[in-house]
């Protein structure tokens, strides 16, 4: 797979991501966090960065950059939630002053989720559990026969697994449309249904 050397200079921090990730996933991946989160529906963004070397790595600007920054400046300004990395190489970043450095790697608790579970009005937490798909009723019944001391971890499990698919979710929801359309147009195409043979044609008299 190819990557991509990554160096956001402001907090020291260096790492090596795969050719196709986000700027803002790449952060976070590095410990990095921004003041706010982004909303895309209102089309709020506060992962503005500066590119300081490596900026035709990147994807093409999206619309929303176009509106929102200033194209001739330099160095260059992204949407970290905006630009992904299309190709390997180096790339040195500069973000904003007030950005939060936290240890790499920093990811959300199961507890964590389990709070965010909890605050979920009732007919959203029956929504979420059918959508992980976590546990069969039979399945649930043998596990607390056979292992009853390891209910609680395997309720952690399925917590952290909702907290896993509602972040993807979430991401999904906030990639720029250009990009969402293009995956849709590089999608093969579904092969066409061989044409069956009609049976009830009649057999020629000899």
Known sequence: M????LTFKREEREGVVPVGTYLSDA???????????????????????SIIEGEKLLSHLTSVESEQLSLDGRPVERF????KIEEPGELVIMTPEGVTKE???AAPTAKEYAKEFAELPLEKKISELVQLEAITLGETFSFIINSPFLVFDKAMDVLAGFGLKKEER??????PK??????????PAEAPDEPKEDLDEPIPAE
């Not at 190819?2 to 050397?5: I, N, V």
């Not at 250009?178 to 999608?187: F, G, P, Q, R, Y």
């Open 2 to 5: 190819a990557e991509t050397q």
């Open 27 to 49: 952060a976070a991946r590095l410990g990095i966090r921004f003041e706010e989160k982004c909303s895309p529906v209102e089309n709020i963004h506060h992962c503005k960065i």
């Open 80 to 83: 970290g939630c905006q630009a």
């Open 103 to 105: 240890p790499a790697d």
């Open 170 to 175: 979430e991401k999904t929801a906030a990639r």
């Open 178 to 187: 250009e990009h969402v359309d293009e995956k849709a147009e590089t999608k």
